[in-house]
């Protein structure tokens, strides 16, 4: 019950938060003239929690084909179409990581360092570069092949997954697997490591059995970061491989309501998969699920 007391009041402050930035705007929409519309800003805020209770009453103008729709249903399937992305990609990021770092893990400890520092300067990539990169490298191999591996780029409205998914992963797998190393490692000096080793079970064994459900839960809160990352990088994604998605929706109807409305949509599939998943790791926790 506590806990739930505290989602509500992160979802409802969080929920604020996003109206108060999705009016700031109009507020310093006088900075040139060293103004603040306070007043009309106070009025956009009530315009736009007037609108989340009104959503059948929002529309946008289609400047392409010159209409003026429903932002609902039409809002959801860039919303779809970005979280489908966001989460296969985030999904592929902690396999991808979770898997490097339980095969590192099996390597002494010379090794381990000389691949994290490999792995640190990777991550240093832009994401610019390494989308561009991937996009340029199934180019190049269409050419020398005449096989096309996947879509570089969606045209009108298909729809393309596999390379954006695979693009958005790159640098997420990277971050995520250096942390996991970290807590892998903390883990493996525990004492109940000790006890297993004593016992005379096998490293693969301690670490995928014992070491892995202890440090999963480290790895998700710590996927909160990334997640966040990987948000900053999405726009770019979605402009680059011409995705109609959310960011680009957000991006290209800027007035006050229909932002702020748009993002808290696809805020809170985000802020409830992680309440849910913090709930569940916290009750298999607290159940003795997890060693200590």
């Known amino acids: 019950m506590k806990r739930l007391v505290q989602i509500v009041i992160q979802f409802i402050l ?44 929002l529309t946008y ?20 179409y970005s979280l489908t992305v966001l989460f ?8 991808l990581a979770l898997l490097l770092t339980i095969v590192s893990m099996l390597f002494s400890e010379r090794v381990r360092s000389r691949l994290k ?27 020398q092949t005449g096989i096309l591996l996947v879509e570089i780029a969606a045209v009108s409205e298909q729809q393309v ?7 958005l992963a790159i640098l997420p797998t990277i971050q995520l697997y250096r942390l996991s190393m970290l807590t892998f490692e903390e883990e493996s000096r525990k004492n109940y490591v000790e006890l297993a080793q004593s ?24 996927s909160k970061k990334t997640v966040w990352f990987m948000l900053s990088n999405l726009f770019v994604l979605e402009l ?32 409830l998969f992680y309440s849910i998943g913090e709930w569940i790791l916290q009750k298999k926790a607290n159940r003795g699920e997890v060693l200590s």
């Open 88 to 95: 296969s990609a985030l999904l592929l990021a902690c396999a």
């Open 240 to 271: 680059l491989f011409n995705i109609a998605g959310v960011t680009r929706f957000i991006m290209s109807y800027t007035q006050p309501t229909i932002f702020t409305v748009s993002l808290l949509a696809f805020f809170i599939p985000i802020f």
């Open 61 to 80: 103008f289609v400047f392409s084909s010159n209409i003026e729709r429903p932002l609902f249903p039409h809002l959801w399937d860039p919303i779809l």
């Open 161 to 167: 997954y596999t390379l954006p998914i695979l693009c």
């Open 117 to 143: 520092l490999f792995f640190y300067v990777l991550e240093s990539l832009p994401d610019i570069f390494v989308i561009i990169v991937c996009q340029f490298f199934v180019i190049f191999f269409f050419k």
């Open 199 to 222: 016992i005379g079970l096998g490293k693969l064994f301690i670490i995928v059995i014992h070491i892995f459900r202890n440090a999963i839960i480290s790895v998700f809160f710590q």
């Open 14 to 57: 969080s929920c604020v938060g996003i109206i108060l930035v999705g009016a700031l705007p109009v507020l310093l929409s006088g900075i040139n003239e060293r103004k603040l519309y306070v007043k009309e800003y106070i009025a956009s805020i009530n315009e736009i929690i007037y609108s989340i209770f009104h959503l059948e009453e």
